[in-house]
């Protein structure tokens, strides 16, 4: 039971980083492709605004309310765009579409930042996904973000909770 309790907690990209996030007053946060939604509730359990995109919110099974639950397919051309300029602050974690990186940029507030955590190239060589369209080259999220004000960057070796992968790790501020 312990276990499953540890997975639901949100990332420690996230938890370990305060000195970065918002916390005067409630923010608009968009969880994208959220799943189980883990890093959304996070926030939305601090007072903030949470939008919840996902393929699929079946994963989602605890929803408060007051919140926005979108269930779109972000990869078929069927969603609408995201809006500009709406969101205080964005999650991505564990999911790369590349063509969605011009969205993201435009969906952040001046002054906002991100948090983005995905798999890198070698991820391959530890386990899945295996897939380079799912895997960022070596350098690629930073450079996607190269006129923002980069607060954190890594790419290497995660260890949470006895599971290992290779990921890259970017906290960054949209310029105002």
Known sequence: MEEKKLKAEAATLITEFAQFRHEEGS???LDLACGKGRNG??????GHQVTFIDRSLAGLSNRPENHLY???DLEDGSATALPVAEYDLILVFNYLHRPLFPQIRAALKP??????ETFIDKQA???RPKNPKFLL???ELKSEFAHWDCLHYFEGK???HASVSQKAQLIARKPD
């Open 27 to 29: 923010i608009k946060v």
């Open 41 to 46: 509730l996070w926030f939305a359990e601090r």
């Open 70 to 72: 979108l269930q779109w």
């Open 111 to 116: 002054g906002g930042l991100i948090f983005y």
């Open 125 to 127: 060589e530890i386990g």
């Open 137 to 139: 080259k070596q350098g």
């Open 158 to 160: 995660i260890v949470n």
